[in-house]
């Protein structure tokens, strides 16, 4: 007994036929240039990039904007009697100051135990 009405019968003979795969494909490249054209109207309504000549510039000092270069070193600790200790609100904000001299080659170099990173091959305890 055969329960597939008529409609059904010729939707299965037009899919099976190849009609169907064709008709989804055009409507699915019909998609794909709709798109491109909506994108092509996008972009003319944007505006221009700019000329080289508008584009930011270097400072003539060849430095990046923002950027510093300085020497740091150590900021003193400051000392007491030895019946006061430091209270936090008393100690310098960094650690460190600003230095016009460059660090001797000595205090570059690190002389301690080499510690190893993961992967390095080092135990990582002073070889």
Do not use: C
């Amino acid at each position: 007994m055969n329960t597939l009405s008529a409609a059904e019968i010729l939707a299965a003979g037009v899919w099976q036929s190849g009609l169907g795969q064709v008709l989804g494909g055009l409507v699915i490249v019909g998609v794909l240039i709709g798109a491109v054209w909506l994108g092509f109207r996008v972009r003319d309504r944007e505006s221009e990039t700019p000329k080289p000549e508008e584009q930011p510039h270097r400072p003539d000092t060849g430095a990046l904007p923002g950027e510093s270069s300085e020497y740091r070193r150590a900021a003193e600790m400051p000392h007491t009697d030895g019946e006061h200790r430091l209270m936090p609100y008393q100690l310098k904000g960094s650690g460190t100051e600003t230095s016009p001299d460059p660090p001797s080659e000595e205090k570059r170099k690190w002389g301690g135990i080499s510690s190893g990173g993961f992967g390095s091959g080092g135990t990582g305890h002073g070889d």
